[in-house]
């Protein structure tokens, strides 16, 4: 995977023991590696000292700002200056997960090995011990909410066929298949690495395939908690909570890289995707994000003739809405429904989410507000209907009817009185509300507790 990209930039190599990753886990750390097999790639060497100032590390901020829908851009600055990556490196290693979820090759309950170089990585981590396994549900969530580079590591080995390096190189191939052109990936996780560099245009390029193409895990992206064997686990994204409509999406730092983040946020029916790399502070990310955010949705003038050159194109339908008994009929096509409140505890996905701060049961149950043939459509209801009731979390997901993709709206994380309660209120509004049990594929239920 030597590139010229990749011998330049191994010029400008930051020694790793002077690297710190993500921002609530603030400390120096030694980089190394223990594998327990023999590494097929070399190790950075701990002699290389930074070369601030150039290339990725050159001064100011890189940022764009795009329409997810159409791809073009609204705004942007230093788009096309390499930077390193930091943890949106895990935005990649989750794209390739994702992609072999929705082709079936394997599951959200499958567990994967985790690995003495999984045990070994610093300093942001889950605590995984070499030996043990990890489903690929819970290590999705370590990474969306804390970051975690143990999580990250196991996934990507178990995505490369047991091999890290592999599964970098398949990253790197994904992205140049996007259109990203300006990026190459060395590990999984983000962990500093000289030949690991992207752009905020191929990183916003990474997004949009993500929110366009896999809307079915976007609930991953919006969890602020969750409970790992017995224990919470915080998201560290504080646009979650600050940004009104924001639904994900990732942050990253290291000394070099500074801080990064990416959000996605939809209001009034419309979604945008918003890239700030190598801001000087967590403050300034969320300021610069949160005022490049309201630019946009202000209806701030695009850039004239600019679009991502990206393969993740819409796949665009008319905004039909189906009727209630059509809604009816696919959701006969749905597990067996759970009609009585005690049935909560009968499925283990969801004691894995937060449990608020009662120590109480986290809801599992939904209220289905519709169906709806564009995913943009259904996302907007389902945010409306989120911030009319307060609770819940806003979620779309798939639903297979001859042969055409249909988006079905929900507010989820519920519990059984409140999923009814929520019913009855849009049935008095002449909405067509469905109530349904928890399933095993309902991703990162959380109760209005845990102030999602």
């Not at 609204?74 to 794209?95: C, F, H, N, Q, W």
């Not at 999580?151 to 990253?171: D, F, H, N």
């Not at 779309?396 to 993709?405: E, F, K, Q, S």
């Amino acid at each position: 995977m030597t590139s010229v990209a990749g011998l330049c930039l191994s010029l400008l190599a930051a020694s790793p023991g002077a690297a710190r990753s993500d921002h609530h886990y603030m400390r120096h750390y030694t980089h190394h590696y223990v594998h327990h097999y023999t590494p097929s790639y070399a190790p950075v060497s701990s002699t290389w000292q930074p070369s601030a100032g150039f290339g990725p590390t050159s001064p100011g901020v890189s940022s764009i700002l795009i329409d997810a829908r159409s791809g073009a851009v609204i705004s942007g600055r230093g788009e096309d200056v390499p930077r390193y990556p930091a943890s949106l490196t895990k935005l990649m290693t989750l794209d390739l997960a994702f992609q072999a979820l929705a082709q079936g090759r394997m599951s959200l309950d499958t567990q994967i090995p985790v690995s003495w170089h999984a045990q070994s990585v610093e300093p942001v981590k889950l605590g995984l011990v070499a030996g043990q396994t990890i489903s690929i549900h819970d290590a999705i969530l370590a990474m969306t909410t804390m970051s975690a580079n143990d999580a990250a590591t196991a996934l990507g080995e178990y995505l490369g066929g047991g091999s890290e390096l592999r599964c970098a190189e398949m990253m790197t191939a994904r992205a140049h298949a996007l259109g990203m052109a300006q990026t190459q990936f060395a590990n999984a996780s983000g962990l500093p690495n000289p030949a690991q560099v992207t752009t905020a245009r191929d990183l916003a390029i990474l997004a949009r395939d993500i929110v366009l193409n896999y809307p079915q895990f976007q609930s991953f992206f919006e969890v602020t908690s969750f409970y790992y064997q017995g224990r919470p686990v915080y998201s560290n994204n504080q646009m979650l909570r600050s940004y009104a409509g924001a639904t994900g999406m990732k942050t990253g730092y290291t000394d070099l890289a500074r801080h990064n983040l990416v959000t996605s946020a939809m209001r009034n029916g419309r979604e945008l995707i918003g890239v700030e790399l190598h801001e000087p502070s967590w403050d300034a990310s969320y300021a610069q994000m949160t005022a490049m955010l309201n630019t946009g949705f202000a209806g701030g003038t695009m850039a004239p003739g600019t679009a991502l050159a990206s393969n993740a194109a819409p796949r665009a339908r008319p905004a039909q809405v189906i009727s209630p008994a059509q809604i009816a009929a696919l959701d006969r096509q749905r597990p067996a429904v759970f009609e009585e409140p005690h049935h909560r505890a009968m499925r283990a996905p969801v004691q894995r989410v937060a449990m608020g701060g009662h120590g109480a049961m986290p809801g599992g149950w939904v209220a289905q507000l519709g169906v709806y043939s564009h995913k943009t459509v259904a996302r907007t209801e389902a945010v409306a209907a989120r911030q009319m009731r307060g609770i819940g979390v806003a979620r779309i997901a798939p639903l297979d009817h001859d042969g055409r993709t249909l988006w079905s709206a929900q507010l989820a994380g519920l519990s059984y009185h409140a999923a009814h309660e929520t019913c009855d209120v849009l049935s008095a509004h002449g909405r067509s509300c469905l109530v349904l049990g928890p399933y095993t594929d309902h991703l990162a239920m959380l109760t209005a507790d845990a102030g999602t």
